[in-house]
């Protein structure tokens, strides 16, 4: 039985999503083309029918997820992203959690078509924080420095054991910071 455009078009949305979390939670060279695509409920074989290649895959599945966290985050001030960026939840979720914090380190040793992606997504990231208010250039400065501050507290988090209290500790350090610098 032949499949249907639309169906071709349904199955790559899925893998792309199953890349998105696999990515997320292993890194790029953590997950190969076979496991993704047996995660996804395919042959390994079909991979090439809808990717050119894995870089096409990972860029695709980055701008998925950037755009997914934008509209997550499309209705939050500052205060209320750092509060949930920030939070013990969102650093435990590795495969659902941000992607900048997840694979910015992994993106800088990939492709331009990569780093293209990640630029988009960050752009798109200060976009969204800025509620579409015009923004003056301090407006942009504080919008990047709590970016940052809040990915890299992140990543910090994420690299202590989880019973640790410097993990929490990190994480409320920046939180109240972001907090202060945005009036909130």
Excluded: W
């Excluded at 894995?54 to 209705?75: H, N, V």
């Excluded at 979720?93 to 293209?116: H, P, V, Y």
């Excluded at 988009?120 to 923004?135: F, K, P, R, Y």
């Amino acid at each position: 039985m032949k499949v249907t455009k639309a169906q071709v078009q349904e199955n790559r949305e899925h893998i792309v999503k199953t890349a998105s979390v696999l990515f997320r939670e292993r890194g790029y060279d953590g997950v190969g083309i076979a496991e993704l695509m047996s995660t996804a409920g395919f042959t390994h074989g079909g991979f090439y029918k809808h990717f050119k290649s894995k870089a096409d895959l990972m860029a695709e599945a980055a701008a998925f997820s950037f755009a997914k966290s934008a509209e997550e985050t499309s209705d939050l001030d500052m205060a209320t992203f750092a509060k949930q960026y920030l939070s013990r939840k969102h650093r435990d979720s590795f495969g659902n959690g941000c992607t900048m914090a997840a694979l910015c380190t992994d993106a800088g040793r990939q492709s331009e078509s990569i780093k293209e992606t990640f630029l988009a997504g960050i752009e798109g990231q200060l976009e969204t924080l800025a509620n579409g208010e015009e923004a003056t250039g301090e407006d942009r400065v504080r919008r990047i420095n709590a970016i940052a501050q809040a990915v890299g507290a992140l990543i910090l988090s994420r690299a202590c054991p989880d019973d640790s209290p410097l993990a929490d500790e990190i994480l409320q350090v920046c939180l109240e910071q972001i907090l202060s610098q945005h009036g909130a």
